[in-house]
């Protein structure tokens, strides 16, 4: 039987994730777990995420997630979900500078306190729906029609200008990279779990995927 690992660092949806893989995939056993043999030996891995970047990367070092996560994600399929994108990133410029995984080299952006469009300030954090468009053909966006739905909460964006490893972008004041992808990794700023029927299509894909 097929294993899906939520890694548990102690930040993340962690159960409403799992609901949600249960959900598109009830014949897949899916464990939320810190235990390292469990994910070394999961089929595929979710690395989830909320909160701040340096809160969660302190945890991820002290539990020696970030070694783990460069380990197991070059051999299965492995998404990153939200700060666990941005975790996936070379450095964020919250609270004046975090080194991050460095699986992709972009730079974690704030959104900024004047953030504006039309000449109307927009709410930091961002939360609500956006349309996200797909910049590059990928398996996980099977079934998922461009400029579909997604749900989205955060102050810190990857840059879209100039992000080779892009797979899908939106907008709130600034372009941005809501999705990235490399090889057997995909990772979303959007919070699938919390996405409905676009969200739910994206973990199914992911659960089917052999990371090719």
Request: overall charge negative; some cysteine; hydrophobic content about 40%.
């Amino acid at each position: 039987m097929k294993t899906v690992a939520i890694i548990d660092y102690g930040m993340g949806n962690l159960h409403s994730a799992r609901k949600a893989v249960e959900h598109v995939a009830p014949e897949v056993t899916v464990l939320v777990t810190d235990n390292a043999s469990q994910i070394r030996e999961a089929d595929h891995v979710i690395l989830p995420g909320v909160g701040a970047i340096r809160d969660c990367m302190a945890e991820i070092r002290r539990l020696g997630v970030d070694s783990l996560v460069r380990e197991v994600s070059r051999d299965r399929p492995f998404l990153g979900i939200c700060v666990g994108m941005q975790a996936l990133m070379s450095r964020s410029e919250e609270n004046g500078g975090v080194d991050c995984i460095d699986l992709f080299p972009s730079e974690v952006r704030y959104f900024g306190d004047n953030l504006q469009e039309n000449g109307e300030r927009l709410k930091v954090p961002h939360m609500g729906w956006n349309e996200v468009f797909q910049t590059v053909e990928h398996p996980l966006w099977h079934n998922i029609p461009d400029g579909d739905r997604f749900y989205f909460v955060h102050s810190y964006y990857a840059e879209a200008e100039g992000n080779a490893d892009m797979a899908g972008r939106t907008h709130y004041g600034v372009d941005l990279a809501a999705a990235v992808a490399r090889d057997n990794i995909f990772a979303v700023q959007f919070h699938p779990e919390k996405s409905a029927r676009a969200g739910l299509q994206l973990l199914k894909n992911f659960v089917d995927w052999s990371g090719k």
